[in-house]
T-cell receptor, first 115, second 110 residues
């Protein structure tokens, strides 16, 4: 069973630039969620994708957008980067929104630094 | 709006001790609660998931309880080991996403 993989592991960008982060979900999982974790805090929900559609969104501005592909992998795009976007971005997969008790399985994250 | 808190923020214990980590949440209308472990700079590892209809779950030296009516969960770690040192986070599931607490940073001293 292949776990959740994220790329890249680290990234440094300049304020105002755009970034794309990638995630491959665990085999058999069709739902992907993205979380932002600032240093010393718990993860904050960005959005969730199910069957290639956004299926819920947290309190993040529209410059945070995403995609899910037919193989259930996903991308997180952030435009017009701000210094406060510096964080660990975590992708989690689960086995479907119909199963409300499906546990989340996380990747190791992408550490984004905005200078 | 669901809010999740964890007490204590940090804990340091000698090896072999049994310990309890606490998690509180404000809205009892939850689907489940999941406990995670996070090592520095890494992602989250799922430890236990308790469904809203359950009272507890056990895995090895870990036991998690849930009291939905009072908005509380505890994670009990028996016979702690240095390898248990990590940050432990609880997350409350609302059927679509999870709301996380800030975590408890645990250090187990040899």
């Amino acid at each position: 069973e292949t776990g959740v993989t994220q790329s890249p592991t680290h990234l440094i960008k300049t304020r105002g630039q755009q970034v794309t982060l990638r995630c491959s979900s665990q085999s058999g999982h069709n739902t992907v969620s993205w979380y932002q974790q600032a240093l010393g805090q718990g993860p904050q929900f960005i959005f969730q994708y199910y069957r290639e559609e956004e299926n819920g969104r947290g309190n993040f501005p529209p410059r945070f957008s995403g995609l899910q592909f037919p193989n259930y992998s996903s991308e997180l795009n952030v435009n017009a980067l701000e210094l406060d976007d510096s964080a660990l971005y975590l992708c989690a997969s689960s086995s479907g929104t119909d199963d409300h008790n499906s546990p989340l399985h996380f990747g190791n994250g992408t550490r984004l630094t905005v200078t | 709006k669901q809010e999740v808190t964890q007490i204590p923020a940090a804990l340091s214990v000698p090896e072999g001790e049994n310990l309890v980590l606490n998690c509180s949440f404000t809205d009892s209308a939850i689907y489940n609660l999941q406990w995670f472990r996070q090592d520095p700079g890494k992602g989250l590892t799922s430890l236990l998931l308790i469904q809203s209809s359950q009272r507890e779950q056990t895995s090895g030296r870990l036991n998690a309880s849930l009291d939905k009516s009072s908005g509380r969960s505890t994670l009990y770690i028996a016979a702690s080991q240095p390898g248990d040192s990590a940050t432990y986070l609880c997350a409350v599931g609302n059927g679509q996403n999870f709301v996380f607490g800030p975590g408890t940073r645990l250090s187990v001293l040899p």
